[in-house]
């Protein structure tokens, strides 16, 4: 299995980025698939997740990102995006797209998720 991250640049802050997550060997629609991310010298923390039809469609976001960033799929190209909206300083980090194993959806823990990319570096700045 395979998770591919890209879009990743530098913005400045209002300013707008996609990522992309393209997954191999892993079927997108039959997986749960979050976003997560992190900065120089702090945590990884989730941002997004997005799960499957069968569990209901559900879509979680971090506090902080509400009504900036969106979660989304296309099933059809196994990729799963992270639209950015108003970038601020603070959404500066590497990101990274994560699945669990098949049988589990959305979680915030790190330790749910069995597949990972290698991220995507965000730069927020002026």
């Known amino acids: 299995v395979q998770l591919e991250e890209s879009g990743g640049a530098l913005v400045q802050p209002g300013g707008s980025l996609t990522l992309s997550c393209v997954a191999s060997?892993?079927?997108?629609?039959?997986?749960?698939i979050g976003w997560f991310r992190q900065a120089p010298g702090k945590e990884r923390e989730a941002v997004s997740c997005?799960?499957?039809?069968?569990?209901?469609?559900?879509?979680y976001y971090l506090d902080s990102v509400k009504g900036r960033f969106t979660i989304s799929r296309d099933n059809a190209k196994n990729t799963v995006y992270l639209q950015m909206n108003n970038l601020e300083p603070e959404d500066a980090a590497v990101y990274f797209c994560?699945?669990?194993?098949?049988?589990?959806?959305?979680?915030?823990?790190?330790?749910?998720?069995?597949?990972w990319g290698q991220g995507t570096e965000v730069t927020v700045s002026s």
């Open positions: 994560a699945a669990p194993r098949w049988f589990l959806g959305c979680s915030e823990f790190e330790s749910t998720y069995e597949y």
């Open positions: 997005s799960n499957t039809r069968s569990r209901g469609g559900d879509t």
């Open positions: 060997d892993l079927t997108v629609a039959e997986y749960a």
